[in-house]
């Protein structure tokens, strides 16, 4: 299998007469053997075995490195994850949609069995940032309360959620902390009615990628959200780590 090569930019007249540029550079062999790849993938079931780089190779006619650097591009794509010293097919990504539901009523949505391990939760005083988000005095306490969000075991997130403690007191008695938080607030009569979320990718730090179990070369979603309550109130500043080969979001969008 050979790449194909472009040795420089041309451009060619369409029948319109306009000019089409195309781009310089060299068709890398290892895009060729992921596009191989993925025809290969479309023809399996999840859990199959995806053949040793050393057979890839010697299938495709090229260097083991090529094969490689084709396999992360997948990995990264949660197309297919490691097993063992082998490596399968994964399953599709846990699609979560971006509403008000909790991620509890989300994964059940989508067939997926949630849950959460507790890293952390505390009284600490609140930095500008969070003051600002929750309506507070900075230095006022919140509480907050970091997990490991499961999907049927497997880490897919790491949430940092902060909230306002004079006003949430009387969750640090009561609340079980491995359970939906957005139900144990909605049970002290808060309505949760509109939130502001931005989403952009990172890369984990050396903490969080031990904490998801991935590496810190593994792109990550990274989630800011500030929830308000029927009032206008601040309830909520929540960050929050996604496994960009595990999870995708969708929004449903409309005129007005």
Do not use: N, W
């Not at 000019?19 to 060729?32: D, H, I, M, T």
């Amino acid at each position: 299998m050979e790449a194909t090569e472009v040795t420089g930019a041309a451009s060619a007249q369409t029948p319109g007469g306009s000019a089409e540029l195309s781009l310089p550079g060299r068709q890398l062999k290892s895009y060729v053997v992921r596009t191989e790849l993925e025809r290969m993938l479309a023809e399996l079931e999840e859990g199959d075995p995806v053949p040793s780089e050393r057979d890839l190779a010697v299938r495709f006619e090229v260097a083991r490195e090529t094969v490689r650097q084709a396999l992360r591009d997948l990995l990264v794509e949660g197309r297919i994850r490691r097993q063992g010293r082998g490596t399968v097919v994964s399953r599709p990504k846990m699609v979560q949609p971006l509403s008000l539901r909790s991620y509890t009523e989300g994964a059940i949505s989508l067939g997926r069995v949630p849950g959460r391990l507790v890293v952390s939760f505390d009284d600490i005083p609140a930095d500008a940032d969070t003051a600002h988000a929750l309506g507070l005095a900075p230095g006022a306490a919140v509480m907050h309360l970091e997990r490991v969000l499961l999907a049927d075991g497997e880490r897919i997130g790491l949430e940092s959620t902060y909230l306002p403690r004079a006003r949430f007191a009387g969750l640090r008695a009561d609340y079980d902390p491995t359970t939906s938080l957005y139900a144990a607030v909605r049970a002290t009569g808060v309505v949760y009615t509109s939130a502001t979320e931005r989403i952009e990718t990172v890369l984990a730090s050396p903490r969080e990628a031990a904490l998801l179990e991935c590496t810190t070369a593994l792109p990550l979603l990274l989630l800011h959200r500030r929830s308000l309550d029927q009032d206008g109130t601040p309830i909520e500043r929540v960050r929050a780590l996604y496994r960009g080969d595990r999870i995708a979001f969708e929004a449903q969008l409309g005129q007005g």
